[in-house]
């Protein structure tokens, strides 16, 4: 695949042929959870020769996966955990990433970590950036980043104007990855169906199917027609992440992998808020901050609290924001407030529940489990290492098929797109002549598309008025709004607003200025009528107005209790109601 010719299409009328061939036949394997680990799962069963389906109750990385801190990395951190496998495994996954599996979707992004103590804290810190520059070759490539640097105060500056100078006496910068993590899922999904797998979002889980002890498929309804029908598969995998438990539950007993949410929230600000050329990795007394290089804007995160309540809409308070706030305005010369905040977005980790109470203390590594015969589960883990966790978790899924299956292969399988982007990216000037857009515009689309730009290009050239940028979110065309309905799997607003764009967080009115404008766009590929695309509207305007609110409120309860009285535009049905 040299072009983007070839690479499956994620429309409606493909959602219905998924849906169909899913029913209609016995499936080696069928994964539920349409995050990075589900769709990493159908990707590595689809390229080992196994007829695979995937099923979604919402969005595709509609949870964990479409609000992490869109980074690519091996965890500073846990080099001081001595947690050196997981950190050298995950700076191998980055340099395949950067390489050769999304050279289009994964970018190399430096970080400055300012010192704050004159003696020691230079070799120790330099010591660890070091070896985490060393685990990072991978066999038979490069890091895909350059080394780090040491830098004195005045150097730093001259990086990072924005810094205050008595917060800090010198620095050491390193480079680090980072991805659209929600893109990036979805391409994984396109790719995973151009290898045969069938794949369908708004489709629920709400019961397996046993014959005596064994799981034999899954009983899924449709969130869209409201139907229900069984899938019959050999074995079912369970990649739900945070709803682990809850699935753990339809199958009855007692779990054998426990989770715990942790909460953490990210402020998007204004590019111009905070000057410098340069990411920021700060310490906080449990954990570490980042400030994000993201266009035209810089992400702020992390915090790292339990969760207990609402999985599908963790809400943001203003305790959370504040935290935030405090400690980034630590060392800026001139402080951020609440009004320099355009977006803010919370997600929550899976973590391995172990002994601590401590959400910070859990572990990010991953297990996998065959608790009944038919059935495999998988869980913790981190964005990076989605590629391994779905190797491992195919791995169990043929141990229980009766018959030889290959090898994994999916580090030597590039997503969709990827093939080909770096001449293209070398030819992007002439692209933009021949087709007619600014090639600062050509250079966007091909950071989310690849060599799939060509058939974006294609709905610009049959309706040149697509090419137009979006007023009020200009940094998009309107033909990323159609191509989200007609290749990518967006069915509702929402989901174009928050995860084929990122306009809900970029954007001071959050996406309310070009609701109307997008679910327009969006009418003809997906067959609305006038009443439905009212209805987008409604309900999107009513997410952003729970959501702020939620965000003035002092707890987690309060928030929550707030985010929760906006309406599903499509009635989602807890597991425990069917």
């Avoid at 970018?107 to 804290?121: C, I, K, S």
């Avoid at 402080?335 to 109470?357: F, M, N, Q």
């Amino acid at each position: 695949m040299t072009s983007g010719r070839g690479a499956a299409r994620l429309g409606p009328a493909e959602r219905a042929e998924a849906l169909e061939r899913m029913v209609a036949q016995e499936l080696d394997v069928v994964v539920v959870g349409g995050g990075v680990v589900g769709a990493g799962i159908a990707l590595d069963a689809a390229t080992r020769g196994l007829d695979v389906g995937l099923v979604e109750a919402r969005d595709f990385a509609s949870g964990t996966s479409s609000r992490s801190s869109k980074l690519i990395h091996g965890g500073l951190r846990y080099l001081e955990q001595l947690n050196f496998e997981l950190v050298r495994e995950a700076l191998q996954e980055r340099a395949l990433l950067l390489q050769r599996i999304a050279p289009h979707l994964v970018r190399p992004v430096p970080f400055l970590f300012p010192l704050t103590h004159f003696a020691w804290e230079r070799p120790y810190v330099g010591a660890g950036v070091a070896l985490y520059d060393t685990l990072g070759f991978a066999t038979g490539l490069t890091r895909g980043v350059p080394g780090h640097r040491h830098l004195s105060r005045s150097r730093a500056l001259r990086l990072a104007p924005a810094l205050k100078k008595t917060a800090f006496t010198g620095a050491v910068q390193y480079w680090d990855a980072q991805v659209d993590d929600a893109r990036y899922v979805m391409m994984l999904l396109r790719t995973a169906a151009t290898y045969g797998a069938h794949v369908a979002p708004r489709a629920q889980v709400v019961g397996f199917l046993r014959e005596g002890e064994r799981v034999t498929g899954v009983r899924v309804r449709d969130l869209e027609a409201g139907e229900e029908f069984e899938i019959r598969a050999r074995q079912v995998v369970n990649a739900t992440g945070v709803w682990t438990d809850d699935i753990q539950e339809l199958v009855g007993g007692r779990g054998v992998i426990h989770v715990r949410s942790s909460k953490g929230i990210h402020l998007v600000v204004p590019r111009d808020r905070i000057h410098s050329l340069t990411g920021i990795i700060l310490r906080t007394e449990k954990s570490v901050l980042f400030v994000i290089p993201w266009g035209r804007h810089w992400i702020i995160g992390t915090t790292d609290t339990e969760w207990t309540l609402d999985k599908s809409h963790p809400a943001a308070s203003r305790a959370d924001i504040d935290y935030l706030l405090d400690h980034v305005n630590a060392v800026l010369s001139v402080p951020l407030t609440r009004d320099d905040v355009e977006g803010v977005y919370a997600g929550l980790r899976p973590l391995l529940s172990g002994e601590s109470d401590d959400t910070s203390k859990l572990s990010r590594e991953h297990v996998v489990a065959h608790p009944v015969p038919g059935l495999v589960m998988i869980a913790g883990g981190k964005y990076t290492t989605y590629r391994v966790m779905a190797k491992d978790a195919v791995d169990a899924v043929v141990h229980g098929l009766d018959q030889r299956v290959p090898a994994s292969c999916t580090d030597r399988v590039p997503l969709v797109g990827a093939e080909g982007y770096q001449a293209l990216w070398n030819s992007r000037h002439r692209l933009a002549q021949s087709s007619g857009l600014h090639v600062a515009r050509i250079e966007h689309l091909l950071q989310r598309h690849g060599s799939l730009i060509d058939e974006v290009l294609g709905l610009i050239e049959r309706d040149p008025s697509l090419g137009r940028p979006l007023p009020g979110a200009d940094d998009y065309l309107r033909a990323e709004i159609v191509y989200a309905a007609t290749h990518e799997g967006a069915r509702h607003l929402n989901d174009v607003l928050t995860r084929r764009t990122r306009i809900s967080i970029e954007t001071f009115h959050r996406g309310l200025a070009v609701a109307q404008e997008v679910a327009e766009l969006m009418a003809e590929p997906l067959g609305w009528d006038g009443e439905q695309v009212k209805r987008e509207v409604e309900y999107y305007a009513k997410r952003v107005e729970s959501e702020r609110r939620s965000q003035e409120q002092d707890s987690d309860q309060e928030a929550d209790a707030i985010r929760l009285g906006a309406p599903e535009i499509v009635p989602v049905v807890a597991p425990e109601d069917s």
